[in-house]
């Protein structure tokens, strides 16, 4: 069954808690007691599978959250959203269901944000791959708009990234700007060629789509990890071809 099945079949609801498992449960009319599912998350480590189905609510439910920024959902950010996050279309209805639950939820965006980086916690680069995700439906009409770059900043420091960690994701996404290719590796052009290339060795290990996978990204959402690791591997060959480097 597909991180979606389980998702919308509730079979991982009860574990989740929370708001995340509340809005799940709103959306699908699971029978899930949040007071003894936030019990159960704080008696030993959380399952692979609870942090995959909190990755994928999560990803939904902030999704929408940031639909809301701007004021309107476009073709183009529906079409994104599908395609990035994997959607079968015979279960595109019911994450439908979801994503249009949150977005009429009168909760903002912060419990939701703010349990993800919980479970996250100690791996923090599952979180900077949601957030790529994010910014790649911003950016499917083109351009970021203001609003939903304030929204995906807050965010960020909800989920528990740092100030540098959200510009090196940003710089990576934004479009009608010169590229930092220095920004995007998260060192400046100071940096020794050294350094540089252990910042990259660092990011595509750390990127790794079985990395992450083990670290409770569903496989459904490996396209969200290829795609930052396009833009690593074009900043290191931008810095390559200026420095000269083998």
């Not at 991180?3 to 899930?32: D, M, N, Q, Y």
């Not at 942090?51 to 920024?69: D, E, P, W, Y």
């Not at 965010?155 to 220095?182: C, K, W």
């Amino acid at each position: 069954m597909s991180i979606w099945g389980k998702v919308i079949g509730g079979v991982t609801g009860f574990a989740l808690g929370g708001p995340l498992g509340a809005i799940l449960g709103s959306a699908f009319g699971h029978a899930i007691d949040r007071s003894k599912a936030q019990r159960r998350l704080k008696q030993g480590p959380v399952s692979i599978q609870t942090r995959q189905t909190a990755f994928t609510v999560g990803v939904i439910v902030l999704s929408a959250k940031m639909a809301k920024a701007d004021g309107m959902v476009t073709r183009d950010e529906v079409t994104t959203f599908k395609k990035v996050f994997n959607i079968p279309p015979d279960e595109m209805h019911e994450v439908g269901l979801l994503f249009d639950q949150a977005r009429r939820d009168a909760e903002g965006y912060e419990p939701y944000a703010g349990q993800i980086g919980e479970l996250f916690a100690h791996d923090p680069v599952v979180l900077e791959n949601l957030l790529g995700g994010l910014f790649q439906i911003a950016l499917s009409d083109g351009f970021i708009h203001p609003k939903e770059l304030a929204y995906l900043n807050n965010v960020s420091r909800e989920l528990g990234l740092d100030r540098a960690t959200f510009e090196r994701i940003r710089a990576a996404y934004m479009v009608g700007e010169q590229i930092n290719p220095y920004e995007v590796l998260g060192v400046t052009q100071k940096a020794t060629s050294e350094e540089v290339k252990k910042a990259y060795r660092n990011l595509t290990r750390e990127n790794h789509p079985d990395t992450l996978i083990a670290q409770g990204m569903p496989q459904e959402f490996v396209e969200v990890a290829n795609e930052k690791m396009a833009k690593i591997n074009t900043a290191y060959s931008s810095i390559q071809k200026q420095r000269s480097l083998s």
